[in-house]
């Protein structure tokens, strides 16, 4: 209420009270003066001052009672005033505590992206506040919030959940068809977006990059993906009162990284920027993995154990940046070929599948060359 509606409201009840004693007053002058020029004509009696005592004393209690109705309207009318008054102060609370804790949501996720050097972004933070906390609002602040997830319900902590649960259950395949890995793929990404952030860092090759969304998910170092994700997650449950995921402990098997690295469907997502030739070199690792002479072992031993290394995580793989280190793999792989290939037949399959390799090793020398 403002100061003149007050203002107002008080010069209202002045002139109310100004009325009740106006009219208690006036009722009573009219009282005494129809008493004293009617009455003693009626009872013949000019002293009858025990009547003019029982009239006083009704008028008294007659103004008594208006006094005492005045009073508990005035009481009626202040306890409501004092309702609205702690109901205007309870909503201007509500309204500090809502931006008090979307604040404090903000400074949370501040410190998420500086514990990865600002390498993450999240576009829409009060978005994702109010997707955390959906009741949330000027009016009401829940500090608690369950994850809910139903045909029926379904927010986004109970969304993550399920997404989480789902991820954590796949990561134990051994077996991959083409159509799972890009379904993997798939997921990751979804859950990336569904967390509210993307990858603001370096690109760097092997990284997934759907349109102008970076995922940040490197398939030669998921873990570190996941591992991120797990992070932010748990930042969420804990703002939101819940216990931290209990999952994703098992790190990523060769099954998972193989997977997503065969996927042909998922390549136009990857990044093969700066290292010349590492999708054919990439190929080549499972394709030297297939060549087993009779009694299974490898044609080109020492060829797929470079390969395998190569290929262990990101920073792996950036080897390849040194060109004397790529050529040196590339050298051995060749060699080796020359000296296996005498031992097969011209018809047996495996030689003309060797002297492929060897050709594909070849253009990566050629791609080399041109950089």
């Known amino acids: 209420m403002t100061l003149s509606e007050r203002a107002k409201e008080a010069s209202l009840w002045a002139w109310v009270a100004s009325g009740v004693l106006l009219i208690s007053a006036g009722g009573g002058i009219t009282l005494f003066a129809v008493y004293g020029h009617y009455f003693p004509e009626l009872s013949g009696v000019r002293d009858d001052w025990n009547v003019f005592g029982a009239v006083l004393g009704g008028f008294g209690s007659c103004v008594g009672a208006g006094a005492t109705l005045a009073t508990l309207l005035f ?57 955390l906390f959906p009741n949330n609002g000027p009016a009401n602040v829940d500090l608690v919030v369950k994850p809910e997830h139903s045909e029926s319900d379904e927010n986004l902590l109970g969304k993550l959940k399920a997404q989480f649960e789902r991820l954590d259950s796949l990561l134990m395949k051994t077996e991959w068809s083409e159509a799972e890995a890009y379904g993997l793929a798939t997921n990751l990404s979804d859950l990336v977006s569904d967390l509210g952030f993307e990858w603001v860092g370096e690109q760097t090759d092997g990284d997934i990059v759907k349109g102008h969304f970076h995922t940040g998910i490197n398939i030669y170092s998921l873990h570190e993906a996941l591992r991120r994700m797990k992070q932010v997650y748990d930042v969420y449950l804990r703002f939101s009162g819940n216990p931290e995921f209990d999952g994703l402990n098992q790190g990523v098997t060769r099954f998972v ?51 395998q290394a190569t290929f262990e995580s990101r920073e792996d793989v950036a080897r390849l940046n040194d060109v004397n280190h790529y050529v040196y793999i590339l050298g051995h792989a060749t060699q080796e070929i020359r000296f296996t290939l005498p031992k097969l037949g011209e018809h047996d399959p495996r030689h003309a599948r060797l002297e492929a390799c060897r050709e594909s090793f070849y253009a990566i020398f050629g791609d080399i060359r041109q950089t």
Request: charged letters at 30%; hydrophobic letters at 35%.
């Open 75 to 131: 009481l009626a009318h202040q306890n409501r005033k004092q309702q609205e008054f702690i109901e205007l102060q309870t909503k201007a609370q509500n309204f500090e505590q809502f931006l008090t804790h979307q604040r404090v949501f903000g400074e949370r996720i501040e410190q998420v992206r500086a514990r990865y050097d600002h390498k993450i972004k999240f576009p829409e933070v009060e978005t994702l506040y109010l997707g």
């Open 257 to 307: 990284s193989e997977a997503l690295m065969r996927c042909r469907r998922l390549r136009r997502h990857v990044v093969y920027n700066k290292i010349p030739g590492l999708s054919t070199l990439q190929d080549l690792l499972f394709e030297v993995d297939a060549l087993r002479d009779d009694s299974s072992n490898w044609l080109l031993p020492e060829t797929y154990r470079m390969l």
